[in-house]
């Protein structure tokens, strides 16, 4: 026959009845904090900018950001697309809280008008050689219709103004990018990088990873150091 002493029990409740509030108090004082993922991301663009393309880069760019990773790359080959699809794109990049490096590569690829924005709008911006940019009037952000020359002037200052303000965001040349837009002008990486529209040539990723690696940039979260060492590549291919 068991004996249960009440007391002890009373006394045993008590305890429990103060300990684990107090517990849970110095939990909260000290919270967990979730370390970053030791990842990079990298997405691929090779063709227009479109819909599809824009739904790609905004979503591996918010997953990205959630998931607390260093960096996304975005690798383009781009002969332009889409104004509306740009705009999606570059307003991600601009309000996100994980860097961005936009990378123009492999060599004989191109970041030509809607090319041109989105590299601009990258916290970094990098070419691999015997690549080019440019080429950014914005008849061709509209699918190659003129329209009226009123209308058409209108556009092109629009287009004028937003690359003008991108440049002067991320310190880049706000002049090359207005003529980029007015008169279609392009240029080789190695003139880009001499005029101050991309940062570095790099190439191939890992000499791009390795020279921006302790660069500081300024994210929707403030100002960042990029920490990248020993960080893994993690390619996340657009679904067709």
Known sequence: ML???????????????IILPLIF???SLFPVHVSAQNNIVVLTI??????????????GIQEAAN??????????????GLDTSMRIIIKEILNSKVPV?????????????AGTFITYAGHVAAMAPGTNIGAAHPVNLMGGGKGDEHMMAKVENDAVAYIKSIAEKRKRNAVWAELAVR?????????AKNLGVIDLI???????????DGK????????????LKGASLKYEDMKL
């Open 3 to 17: 004996h249960y002493n009440i007391g002890e029990i009373i006394m045993h409740l008590i305890k429990k009845i």
């Open 25 to 27: 108090l110095f939990l």
């Open 46 to 59: 090779n063709g227009v900018i479109n819909p599809a393309s824009a739904e790609y880069l905004v979503k």
């Open 67 to 80: 998931n607390n990773e260093k960096l996304v790359i975005i690798q383009m080959d781009t002969p332009g």
């Open 101 to 113: 490096a936009v990378y123009v590569a492999p060599g004989g690829s191109r970041a030509a008008s």
């Open 183 to 191: 008169k279609s002008v392009s240029i080789s990486e190695t003139e």
């Open 202 to 212: 790099a190439n191939d990723l890992d000499a791009l990873i390795m020279a921006i």
């Open 216 to 227: 500081e940039v300024t994210t929707e979260s403030g100002t960042v150091k990029l920490d």
